[in-house]
C-alpha cells in the first residue's frame, strides 16, 4: 500500500508560479510510475504529467507542455510540479497518482494511487 499527500495548491495570479509537492508513505521501496491530474469544476479529471521510476522519461498534456514540469526525488519519495505562466484555465483540483511498474504511464486507469487533492486557483 501506498499513501500520496499533495500540497503547495493555493490562489496565485495569473502569470504567477506554484510548485505542488506529492510525499509518498507506506510501501515506498516498490517501484512506482507516478503522475499529475486535475480536475477543474463541471469536467472531468484529466492527465497533465507523468514520470517513470528513474525519471528518464516524462510527458505532458499538450495544454501544459512548456510551462509545467514533472520531476521526483526517490530518496526524499517526493514528487514535484513545477507551475509557471499559469492561467486562469489551469485552475483545478491536482491530484498526485502512482502505480507499482519500471514502464511509462499516462491514463488514469492505470495508476492504483491516488491523493486526496490540492487546490489551485488562478485569477485573471
Known amino acids: 500500500q501506498l499513501q500520496l499527500v499533495e500540497s503547495g495548491g493555493g490562489l496565485v495570479q495569473a502569470g504567477g508560479s506554484l510548485q505542488l509537492s506529492c510525499q509518498a508513505s507506506?510501501?515506498?521501496?516498490?517501484?512506482?510510475?507516478m503522475a499529475w491530474f486535475r480536475q477543474a469544476p463541471g469536467k472531468e479529471r484529466e492527465f497533465v504529467a507523468s514520470?517513470?521510476?528513474?525519471?528518464?522519461?516524462?510527458y505532458y498534456a499538450n495544454s501544459v507542455k512548456g510551462r509545467f514540469t514533472i520531476s521526483r526525488d526517490n530518496h526524499e519519495n517526493t514528487l514535484f510540479l513545477q507551475m509557471n505562466s499559469l492561467k486562469p484555465e489551469d485552475t483545478a483540483v491536482y491530484y498526485c497518482?502512482?502505480?507499482?511498474?519500471?514502464?511509462?504511464?499516462?491514463?488514469?486507469?492505470?495508476?492504483?494511487?491516488w491523493g486526496q487533492g490540492t487546490q489551485v486557483t488562478v485569477s485573471s
Open positions: 497518482a502512482a502505480r507499482p511498474g519500471l514502464r511509462d504511464y499516462t491514463r488514469q486507469d492505470e495508476f492504483d494511487y
Open positions: 507506506g510501501q515506498t521501496s516498490t517501484h512506482y510510475a
Open positions: 514520470i517513470n521510476w528513474i525519471a528518464s522519461n516524462t
